[in-house]
């Protein structure tokens, strides 16, 4: 069948491959034709039926459907035998049509993201053929690929429509299901409909979950047995009713079994097969011992195979292979499908596979593999074959499935990871292959890491150590960190250290050059526990330079001495510290860095915490850099978590919210638990001050909900973001209380001292709020006695907590002090804090009757928050400058010319709150709101009430009545 671009063969079809009338199924029909209203965007449809049940057949419905609203159609299936071949169905489906559509394709994505596709999508090749190096390792190039991919499929859609169908993606590798979660989480903008079939026993549970996670735009059709009645109309007259109840009762109303056991009409009823395999095997048995036999090898070559191969795996003259297929396509054992073909259903492949001798079977794939070795296939190609046919010992086999799995390390880390494992059972483990084993396995447990499977890789990593002689004390520290580095990422802190501390008792010297990496190791992990006396006694102990340590690590250990004497109150030592670090990294290449990028790491968040932002973004560029060239997923997601916060201070809101989703794409993909709660903080704080309540709250909520990092910095710092996104929405007390909870109430705080600052801040806000400005002025009186002087950038947190307290009895004491905080925050580059300041200023000028100060601070605050994309606020900010009669435009940062800002509309109501505006405007009451977008009806209050403030209104009349002026 051409699935590509036509109706594929389906179950049920006559020997011409049409299909045959589709019997009942009359819920399923409208749910696709449902599924194919793709006129507002992205929809994902589900098949799901057991095999044979139909999914195949209602698919072909589909692309008969799609016809007729004129709708292309590109359609591929993943292979039971050939499972971990990298995005097989995806490359089935769109390898073809991107042959005539390669210079749109290049025209649309751009020459690098083209030659990213074109490592999986062969079509997408240059036409010079020349080999692109890999230049990310790490798990976020998977990221990147796919939103490579999902622009692609953008441009394939165009403006009239796409309708992707994947069939059989039970059986897809691990690559393309996440592709499946991305896009199903980042939808493309265009006419998409991404129809895929699975067998649900079969389908990992990642796969059953995405129509749930696509919300409105997802829709599953569960496949199920025909009725009896309906299997008397799928057999038609010529069947009398005894025998069509028997085939029922044999059957089970299975669609394909039920074909399978029609074609027996010269059976008894009472020999019928009792299984569909043993049906198949039957029509089978009636071929010629040619037709057999290069059935057989067809079915070993691949799913879907060309003559000649299939001619070489069976022995048999290619005229003699064609004759065969002559045969298979009469009987509709195969069809064909240009000048390949393909078995007309999974099934019927697995019957001939299953019927063939498994010693014969080993010995076509190794025909198939020296086929394909002679005509100069690619490695990946031959992968398939030679691990089903290499013997043990043959460094042949091996050399080609370690070449396979180095080149789709970037894109397919499981698939790597795969081939290595078949490299390392066909390699002896002896002295004389010991030395390329020990590094097959880091390679392993590299890729088994990147992949997001960090327990196997913690796996693979300790059986190294087992391997390494005990003398061997710097491969041993090399190993041991590397898996303690993974205990971390699985929120397994204590074995981390265990595993470090038992390294350590090895060493006769613990002072050796050896040792000091597994010191440095021991040092973040204290770090991580807030434990900073720990990380300086065991820094204490270390020497800044010797003449035995490896180039790159005098660099990491500067870069570690930093945080602990941050946290210790010793601002002075701790910029000399980070003072020196920096002069140190300016004179190493990247190369003697790749070793200790979690050192390095722990630098950049303490210039965070000194203020240093300039230099913080630097290095983090500079790490992150390294990280994905050298494949450090785990490194990378942290860095990118950092670089977003240092943004987010800066108030470089769409860039910082930009890098955060890109570390939290990394930590879904890594399946890290720690990282995603580093990265999701990060989300939380850059869309809730850029106004995003909804998406700030959800990050938070899911952030702190992970259940890792308690007791441990990370796990604080989530809950701070969470109640600063409770506060930016309006949630004053309960957002106070989550803060004040992730400050431990003060007592014995894990809390860096600027965050602390800025918490002292944020709960005398909300306490003047309340109208208490006994609490406002002690809780800025706490923020006083944090700042220190050697760290300026903070200093201006203490006169805006002082100026929330004043507002209340003297306003222009307040703003005063506020007018101050934004002079020292700006010079602290904290230019979006700068402008809440100056927006505080305003207020309090206004208040004291100043009007044409208030203008000014007004002003100056919403050309802050412009530049910053913080969109809320400027809408806030804004209203409060039309209240003093001054004329101001609805635009915001970070949109393009005539657009409002992501997740705003011209009111400056976020799309959730639009949503419940509207449904006001239409008279429906919470209760009412709450069932239509089921929600709670606290949650339609709370929106409600700040859909009240943003509109300066105080009735659901008045909402109607705004909503009727927007322009």
Known sequence: ???????????????????????????ALGALRGALGIGDGFRFLTLVGDPGAGKTRLLSELVTLAGQEGFTTLWGRAAEYEQVLPYSALVDALDDHLHSRRADVVGA???????MLAGVFPALASEEGREVPITDRSSLARYRLFRALREMIDTLAGTTGLVLILDDVHWADEGSMEFLDHIVRHPPAGPVLLAAAYRPAQAPPRLAMLVGAAGQRGHEVVVGPLSQAEVEQFLGD????????????????????LEALARMDHTDVGELPPTVLAVLRVELEHLSSTAQRVAQAAAVSADEFEPAIAAVAAEVPQDAALGAIDELVERDIVRARGGRFRFRHPLVRRAAYESAAAGWRVGAHARIAAHLAEVGAPPVVQAHHVQHSGAFGDTHAVGVLLAAARSVIAQAPSTSAHWLQA???LMPDDLATREERLAVLMELSWAQGVSGRLAEGRDTARELLRLLPYDDYARRGRAARVCALMERQLDRPQEARALLLDELSRMPNPRAAAAVPLRMRLVAESLMRVDFRAAQAVLDLMPDAADDWEPGLAVAVAALRPMPAYAAGRAADALTYAQAADRLLAAVPDDHLAEWLDAIAWLCWAEINLGRYGDALRHFDRAAGVARATGQSYILTNLLAGKARALVMMGRLPQARATAEESVEGARLLDSGQQLVFALTQVCLAASWAGEDDAAILAGEEAVHRGVGGGEVWGAIARYARGQALVNSGRLDEGAEAVLDACDRFDSPRLDRATLMVSCEVLAQAAAARGDEAGAMAWAARAAALDDPGLPAFSGTVPLARAHALRGKDPAAAAAAATQAARMLSEGQRDLDAGRALLVAGLAHLEAGERSLARDSLRSAAAAFDACGARGLKAQTDRELRRLGVRVSGSASGSQPGQQGRGQDALGLSPRELQVAQLVAEGLTNQQIAQRLFLSVRTIETHLSRIFTKLEVSSRVGVATALNRRP
Not at 22 to 27: A, D, H, K, S, Y
Not at 238 to 255: D, K, M, Q
């Open 1 to 27: 069948m051409d699935g590509r671009t036509t109706t594929p063969a389906v179950v049920g079809a006559p020997v011409n491959g049409s299909p045959s009338p589709l019997v009942g199924r009359q819920e």
């Open 109 to 115: 994505v751009g020459t690098a993201q083209a030659e």
């Open 238 to 257: 010529e069947i009398s009713r005894v025998r069509g109840r028997a085939l029922y009762e044999a059957s089970g109303g299975n669609p394909f079994y």
């Open 423 to 425: 490299a390392l059972r």
